[in-house]
């Protein structure tokens, strides 16, 4: 099984003053499974480094950004020039101003690497509608 996971997983893993923080942390202890790919890109890896610098220090961020960088579970796509003109395609195509780039970004790579999973909390603007159309579902937040 494949998975997009988004940054606010991360954020919300990383910081217990989080409001997703136990959601995040019940999840953390099923992925277990060696069989679980978990992929995200380079833009969400800045984002989740730079939100945790922000909010918790510069040493957290270093910390979660490292462990992120050698776990073998991770893979890291790397947003090329193809990739930042997708994303910039669904910008400009976007009508809901709370999607932001990275986000547009994220359905770039879900259709590049054919990944049909995405973990996030911010289901709201994920849509069913943006599901439908770039192929995708939400993982399944219990």
Known sequence: MTIY??????IALGNEYDTNHKRADHL??????????????????????????QRIN????????NEILTNKQIKIVHITEKLQ??????????????MSFVDCSI????????????????QKDFTPTIQKKYHFHLFPLK
């Not at 277990?32 to 992929?39: C, K, L």
């Not at 510069?58 to 950004?65: D, V």
């Not at 003109?85 to 976007?94: G, V």
Request: hydrophobic residues 40%; proline residues 1%; negative net charge.
């Open 85 to 98: 003109q997708n994303s910039w395609q669904i910008f400009q195509e976007m009508n809901n101003k709370n």
């Open 58 to 65: 510069r040493e957290f961020a270093n910390t979660i950004g």
């Open 107 to 122: 359905l770039a790579v879900l259709q590049y690497e054919g990944i049909n999973e995405l973990l996030t909390f911010d």
């Open 28 to 53: 953390h202890k099923q992925f277990s499974s060696p069989h679980i790919t978990f992929v995200i890109s380079n833009f969400t890896f800045l984002e989740i480094v730079t939100v945790l610098s």
């Open 5 to 10: 996971v988004d940054s606010n997983y991360y």
